[in-house]
């Protein structure tokens, strides 16, 4: 089973860019599925966006759509949330997820592998 270390997140200005990473252990990354959510305080969490096991396919919320990209790099075992155009309400803790089985890929339920969040603050 993998584990997940994610990278990237901090404090930044409305309009500004960010680039999320997300690397994992173990030699069988390739065969999972990866998805990204996010929850803000007082929130549920919320699905961002998922890429499959190839990379060949990736869709996203409406929240994030034109400005978010998911990429994945398999010789690197690291996925990639890149984000454009920020706005304050993209302020959340951003997770990373990860499973070989997962079907609804927009569904947390679906993830058994869990990164530990990072704080994604845009001001205003």
């Known amino acids: 089973q993998v584990r997940l270390a994610e990278s990237g997140g901090g404090l930044v200005q409305t309009g500004d860019s960010l680039r999320r990473s997300c690397a994992a252990s173990?030699?069988?990354?390739?065969?999972?599925?990866m998805g990204w959510f996010r929850q803000a305080p007082g929130k549920e969490r919320e699905f961002v966006g998922p890429?499959?096991?190839?990379?060949?396919?990736?869709y996203y919320a409406d929240s994030v759509k034109g400005r978010f990209t998911i990429s994945r790099d398999n010789a690197k075992n690291t996925v990639y949330l890149q984000m454009n155009s920020l706005k304050p309400e993209d302020t959340a803790v951003y997770y990373c997820?990860?499973?070989?089985?997962?079907?609804?890929?927009?569904?947390?339920?679906?993830?058994?592998?869990w990164g530990q969040g990072t704080q994604v603050t845009v001001s205003s």
């Open positions: 890429i499959t096991w190839s990379g060949g396919s990736t």
């Open positions: 997820a990860a499973d070989r089985g997962a079907a609804r890929l927009w569904d947390p339920l679906e993830y058994s592998v």
């Open positions: 173990g030699r069988t990354f390739n065969s999972y599925a």
